[in-house]
């Protein structure tokens, strides 16, 4: 993903009302299903450690309405699988900019 125009940002509310505010990382498709991981954003030092134990976070793109929603990963091992295709994806692109 290019940072030519800088961060993109999207903020999520959870189903208890709290906004939560996440960095774009990148995006890929894998089995017809489109996946995007987001970092948390941090504000400052006291939220830096509360980010770190989020790690990276990966949703998916699911149509309910005809409206397209992100949604959490049904299993442990959808996470898994998708965890690691996008580890796979962000070295690979971390190499080609070396």
């Known amino acids: 993903m290019s940072d030519e125009f800088g961060p993109n940002f999207i903020t999520l509310t959870d189903e208890d009302g709290n906004n939560i505010e996440l960095e774009y990382v990148d995006a890929l498709e894998h089995n017809g299903q489109t996946y995007m991981a987001f970092f948390p954003t941090v504000e400052d030092e006291a939220d830096e ?50």
């Open 49 to 98: 450690a509360a980010a770190e134990d989020f790690g990276l976070v990966i949703l998916k793109s699911v149509m309910v309405d005809g409206e397209e929603l992100l949604s959490t990963l049904d299993s442990d091992e959808e996470v898994n699988e998708i965890y690691d295709l996008f580890m796979e994806q962000i070295l690979a692109d971390e190499e080609e900019n070396s």
